[in-house]
Every structure is written in C-alpha cells, then in structure tokens.
C-alpha cells in the first residue's frame, strides 16, 4: 500500500511533531510519511525538528505573503508540490479560513489541549486553554484530536484522552501533563488511524 504523504504545519515548540516522527519510527504511524513540515514562524524550534529528522521544511509568513488568502494559496502551493494527502496541525497557531479547510474535507488533522468542548473555539490556545480550566476549577481535562472544518475546533473528533488537574496545578504544569499523558499518545494514533482509512 502506498503510504500517504503527510504535511505538519507548525508554529512553536514541536513536541507533537516529534512525537509523530518517533510513532513513524516505532511503528505507530505504518499508514502515513510526513514528507513536509511548514512553519508559519520563522524562528520555530519544530523546523530544527524537521531538519534533525531529514524532513524537508518551509517558513510561509502570513506579513509576507501580505493577506490571508496570499498566506493560505502559499501553503496550498507547497502543499500540492508535494502532493499532499493528509495535513496535519501540530500547533499552528493560525486559523485558515473555510475556503482552505473545503478544499481538504476530513483531510485535515488538530491536536486541541483540552476535551472539546471545553475550552475552545477562538482564542483558546496554548496556555490560555489551560489558564482556563484552571480558573474553572475542572478536576479533569485532557486532549481531543479532531477533523478541522470551518468551525474553529468545531470538526469532528477523533480521539480523546482525559488528564487529571491535580492540585497546586499551574497552567505549565498542566499543559505538560496533558501534553505527557494525552496529545503525544493520541495524536499519533489518530494520524495513522486517518492514513490507514
Ligand atoms: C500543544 O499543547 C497543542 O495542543 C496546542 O499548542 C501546543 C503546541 O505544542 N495547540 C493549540 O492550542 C491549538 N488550539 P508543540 O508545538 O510542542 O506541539
């Protein structure tokens, strides 16, 4: 079976990127290659990943390109040299429009920090979601992998994990647990489960 060819789109850290790197190494991920990393910053730490894994990798930036649909027909270009089949949001921090996400129906993957829907939708990213639960008082949070539709966190979920909030909690501390115990066992399943059909 050809392995579908897959496309992390980046903006930070990288820690799920790496964590679906090593699932291709282990074996986790059998259905799927990731044949392309974009980072929509240019001073992102997951480009280092890229290139540590020999992953081919791009900067497309959003003032460059001068507007959103410029930024968004940049990474479609990229996306189409390559070939494309799945693309996979790894901490983007970028909302792309409903013209980008129809072009790619159920072909699009996002790790969010938190069991959707709680805390999501816009604005709710990175440490802000765990800020969040924190002030809620939750006892329990986790991570969801979803299909990205034109609803900002609204498409349909793939996996869950739920993560204990244990007391003294602070937003670093609870994104790290969640990103421990939910978003780098999930996400990876959830990418070679979509690969795999
Ligand atoms: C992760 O916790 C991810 O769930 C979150 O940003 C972090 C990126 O870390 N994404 C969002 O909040 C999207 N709404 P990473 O760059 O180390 O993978």
Redo the contacts with the bound molecule.
Sequence with gaps: MNKKRIAVL????????QAILDAQQSGIIRSGAVTLVIANKADAY?LTRAENAGVDHCVILKKECGSQAAFEQAIIDKLEAYRIDIIV?????SILSESFTSRYPRRIL????SLIPSF?GEG???LR?HQAALDKGVKVTG?TVHFVNEIP?GGEIILQKAVDVLPGDTPETL?RR??EQA?WVIFPRAVELVCAG
């Design positions: 980046v903006s930070g850290g990288g820690t799920n990127l997951a949001l790894a901490g983007f921090m996002n790790v969010h920090p999501c709710f990213y990175g979601v991570a966190d994104q969640v990103m978003e």
